[in-house]
């Protein structure tokens, strides 16, 4: 796409907290804007695979009153700046993994604000560790939770809502948890934000991995979450939950150690992994 009216439509969509539905709007838009601006809105939510409803909110997100008025505001962008040829894909991930780098260098630049060392203790010395995570929060919290545990004796991964989650934070409780790691990524989860107000009352300290700096929890490591693609990428929110991970690790030396060596004689006794590289 030429970099005139490519730059015009970025100028639009910086800054939007987009659904999915509307970023495969805006995808369609990026790759196709040449075409886009003669179509009508049924039409355009024809080619970009959603409903012409669909269409229409998300030129209000973007400030317009419907479809026509941004229509007529994106033929400018074409019709004065000269014929292009459609963005191809690999320019949208190319420019997905520029913003995961942006998010990364943030959480960089940032690792000195963050209590990773004090937290780190903490959560090292609380037995049973819950860790929280649903929806799309489960893989993220999953990851967290398959490494803290070779490192930590009783990690308690808690990933369905609802009852569950409750009789989870409950039974932690009772069993002498201190601390709930949670995860909590866009689009947050009603249920998970009532179940860490829950904790709270339990008397359970809430640590969050979460891409909002003002996330209701005591410690709060907030890392941005890319958002270029149809569906959010989280390279930033993990490096920062492996970083707490580590911490945990430094903060209980002898354990780690002796888990660790522990760990990796089991799974040579019991070849859980191939012995090299797969062929």
Partial sequence: MADGYHGGLSVLLDGRRLSPVQRRIAHYLTEHLDEAIFLSSV????RAGVSQPS???????????GYPELRQALRPLVLGGGAGVAEPQESLLRGAIDCEIRN???VRERLSAFPLKELGEQLAATEPLPVVGLRVSCGLATTFAYYARRIHPDVRLLTHGGSELVDGLHAARRAGAEWVVAVVL???PAEAVQALEYAEKLGLRVAAITDKSDFPAEVVLDAPVGDRLVF????????????????MADAAPLRTQARLEEYERMTDETGTFLPGDPA
């Fill in 43 to 46: 039409e355009l939510a024809e």
């Fill in 55 to 65: 269409v229409t909110r998300f030129a209000m997100v973007l400030g317009f009153a």
């Fill in 104 to 106: 990364l260098a943030v």
């Fill in 186 to 188: 866009p689009r947050y």
């Fill in 232 to 247: 959010d990428s989280h390279a930033a929110p993990l490096a920062l939950a492996m970083a707490l991970v580590e911490a």
